[in-house]
């Protein structure tokens, strides 16, 4: 590798955690998912060209409020998918580029929680990301510790605001629409349904 494409090597990963990407997945783009090749799984090719799609009309979805809700089995590619969603946003160069932001749940929870701790400012400040970003990426959902009340209350307030603000999510969980609704309000289940394109996945995972 030369100098120069080191250089770009470091800028691009450094700005893509701005955007809450971390290295593993900092060369996932669909171009890059087809230059690998889609696994043989039904479920996932078709998932996937609706994701694509979903992409290719990516300013009118947010204009509109739309994203989407990916459920089912692990390592059925909803991770990857949701991320090459954002690269359309982030590599496309426009005046004003809509803001986007992945985020696990764990990672969320664990963050505002530690940010509490040390200090209040901070915790509001990102809260306020998570709030107000164009497009939230919500990786995960359900994998986090919901034993404590003021877990499901804070996502039940950030999806609820997010979703009359029509401001939209893509929501990735690996439990079914009638397990979320029973660790969650079914109501904010419900409003996830709506507003979003469902997809479910399933079949073996393809992680190698
Ligand atoms: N064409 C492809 N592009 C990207 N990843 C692929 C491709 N084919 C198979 N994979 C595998 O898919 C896995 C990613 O799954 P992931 O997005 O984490 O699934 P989920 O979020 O549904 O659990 C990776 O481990 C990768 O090896
Ligand atoms: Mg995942």
Redesign the pocket.
Known sequence: MSRGENIVYIKKEFTLKEYGIYKRFKD?TFS????????NNPS?RKNYRIVKDYAKHIYENIENGVGLF?L????????????AVMRELIDDNVDYPPSCYFISMTNLLDTIFSMNNASKEEAARFERKIRNTDLLVI??LGSENTEYNWVKSKIDSIITERYNRMLPCII?S?LTFDELAKTYASRIIDRLRSANKALI?SGQ????
Request: aromatic share 4%; charged share 25%.
């Open positions: 996932i890059e998912i087809e230059r690998i090749g889609l696994p996932i990916m089912g089995d692990c390592g059925t590619m909803k991770t990857t998918m949701s991320i990786d995960d990735s690996n996945f995972s393809v992680r190698s």
